[in-house]
């Protein structure tokens, strides 16, 4: 890889970083309204979903897991098993099945939890069994 020489090309270099940025941004507050549904309907208040940190917890909450095993999102490997887990259970409390929960709350959550949170499935607390 060659150092970056001239100011062309450390220009061209931050426009990349900016308009990452920028698409991170959008699909962070898109993510923050879907959450906002979605912890309203389950009873929660909705503007947890702002605070990074905390919005995991709930989720793990809306789970139906105790908060505390949102700590297992820290170590390596178990935290992709435990999102799937916590995929499954949300969408189970949700009236959704197994591939919704897959492949719209685990691999693109942001357009799954906006189809939670502004469609028509309601929140079953009596649904998420242990």
């Given at each position: 890889m060659?150092?970056?020489?001239?100011?062309?090309?450390?220009?061209?270099?931050?426009?990349?970083y900016?308009t990452?940025?920028?698409?991170?941004l959008?699909?962070?507050?898109i993510?923050?309204?879907?959450l906002?549904k979605?912890?309203?309907?389950?009873?929660y208040?909705g503007w947890l979903?702002i605070?990074?940190?905390v919005n995991v917890f709930?989720?793990v909450?809306?789970a139906?897991?105790?908060?505390?095993?949102?700590?297992?999102?820290?170590?390596?490997i178990?935290n992709?098993?435990?999102?799937?887990?916590v995929a499954l259970?949300?969408?189970?409390?949700?009236?959704?099945?197994a591939?919704?929960?897959?492949?719209?709350?685990?691999?693109?959550?942001?357009?799954?939890?906006?189809?939670l949170g502004?469609?028509s499935a309601q929140?079953?607390?009596?649904?998420?069994?242990?």
């Open positions: 060659h150092p970056l020489s001239s100011i062309t090309s450390q220009a061209d270099v931050s426009s990349l900016t990452s940025s920028l698409f991170g959008v699909v962070y507050i993510t923050v309204i879907a906002w979605v912890f309203t309907k389950a009873g208040a979903a605070i990074p940190i709930v989720l909450k809306i139906g897991f105790s908060a505390w095993m949102g700590l297992l999102y820290i170590i390596p178990v992709i098993v435990f999102a799937i887990i259970r949300v969408g189970k409390g949700f009236g959704q099945g591939v919704f929960s897959v492949f719209l709350l685990w691999l693109i959550p942001f357009v799954g939890y906006l189809i502004f469609g929140y079953q607390k009596a649904r998420v069994t242990a």
